[in-house]
Each structure stands twice: as C-alpha cells, then as structure tokens.
C-alpha cells in the first residue's frame, strides 16, 4: 500500500517563526521526494523536490529526507505572511525516464503565519 | 516562467451529462497528468499520457473516462457519464522534456473545479 500520511494541521506561528513540516510514508520504493505549496484556489507549486536521503537547502526552505526513517521534513526559516499557505509532501518511485510518473500525495498541512 | 493552464476554472453540470476539461502543458514537456482532488482529501493520481497514449492509469480512471491530445498544445480530460461524486478540482500537470535530464517533477495548473448537481 502506496500510503503517504501529514498531519494536517492547521499549524499557526506568528511571523519569524521557524516550521517544520512532515511526512511519512510506507513504500521503501519511494526515492523521489517533493514539496508542494498550494494557496487558496491555486494549484500545486513546486517548493523543494529531492532524491534519497539528504538535505537540500533552497532559501529560507531546507528538505530532510530520511528513508530508514520513511521520514521527510520541509523547514521554513524566518517565516513570512506569505508563506501561509496548505504543503503538500509527494512522492515517487521514479524510474520512468524523463518523468517520475504518478504521484503520492500526503493529506496537506495547513499552515498560517500570523504578524 | 513557463506555465500550465487550464480551462474552465469552474464547471457546473447536470448529473449523466459529459464534461471534458482542457489543459495546455508546458510547451516542450512530454508527458500529461490528470490528477482530481475530492474536497478535504489528497490530490490523487488518475492518469499519465506520453506519446499519443496512457502510460499509467489508477483504479478511479474507469470506463468513464477518457484523455486525448487532439492537437500539439491541448490535452483533455473527458468524463462520459457524470456522477456526483465526480465533483472535485482537477488538476492537469505535466513533466518531462528531451534535454536528457531524468526524473524530471510535475508542474501542475490551477485546476478545474467541476460541481456536479
């Protein structure tokens, strides 16, 4: 069973605050991992996207992933206003080629940065 | 920067009539996505279509529907018979191109509401 899980919050923090973010997951398979920021009425918006296990940095935004864990994080630095927002973690297998193939998506956290 | 788009934003239609939902990938991407998001539930994987035909399909994606690339900039989504519980936001995405890099993420459009009454 291909299941991701997040807590889905909703996670408020007042302004400079720093967020982490989480996910696990149940398929060793999954070696491919992204972070999606979705605000009200938009689509999807690709934040982090990582392979294996590591860190990547990007900003004020920094991606854990932590496969023996089945475990990633998305942390949010110096947050802002703007960053309210629902992150959405996902996930592949990859191995397709030029593409990832389909996706798994945990449930989305809530998130709103207050001044 | 580059952008998938999609039309209409929001759909309303009778319960047994047929939709279809139109996207235009990325310009130089190679492979289409539909993805549906229930309200208050993930966004779930329908299908993905690379060189005129489905590479992956999931359980949801039944005879009831259906996508095409009638031209080399549109691709659709077609529900032949809608229910109730189709009513959803539908996402297309797409990925991929011939610069030799692999595994390349999704990027998504800003979806297509459809309510179904």
């Known amino acids: 069973q291909k299941e991701v899980e997040q807590d889905p919050g909703p996670l408020s923090v007042p302004e400079g605050a720093i967020v982490s973010l989480n996910c696990t997951y149940s398929n060793s398979a999954f070696q491919y991992f992204m972070w999606y920021r979705q605000y009200s009425r938009k689509g999807p918006e690709l934040l982090m996207y990582t392979y294996s296990s590591g860190n990547k940095e990007d900003g004020r935004f920094t991606a854990q992933v932590d496969k023996s864990s089945k475990y990633i994080s998305l942390f949010i630095r110096d947050s802002q206003p703007s960053d309210s927002a629902t992150y959405l973690c996902?996930?592949?297998?990859?191995?397709?080629?030029?593409?990832?193939?389909?996706?798994?998506f945990g449930r989305g956290t809530q998130l709103t940065v207050w001044p | 920067e580059p952008e998938v788009t999609q039309t209409p934003s929001h759909q309303v239609t009778q319960m047994g009539q047929e939709v279809i939902l139109r996207c235009v990938p990325i310009?130089?991407?190679?492979?289409f996505y539909w993805y549906r998001q229930i309200l208050g539930q993930k966004v779930e994987f329908l299908v993905s279509f690379y060189n005129n035909e489905i590479s992956e399909k999931s359980e949801i994606f039944d005879d009831q529907f259906s996508v095409e690339r009638p031209d080399g900039s549109n691709f659709t989504l077609k529900i032949r018979s809608t229910k109730l519980e189709d009513s959803a936001m539908y996402f297309c995405a797409s990925s991929g191109n011939l610069l030799g890099m692999t595994n390349q993420p999704q990027h998504f459009g800003d979806g297509t509401r459809l309510s179904i009454l």
């Open positions: 996902a996930m592949s297998d990859g191995d397709r080629g030029s593409t990832l193939g389909r996706l798994y």
């Open positions: 310009s130089n991407h190679l492979y």
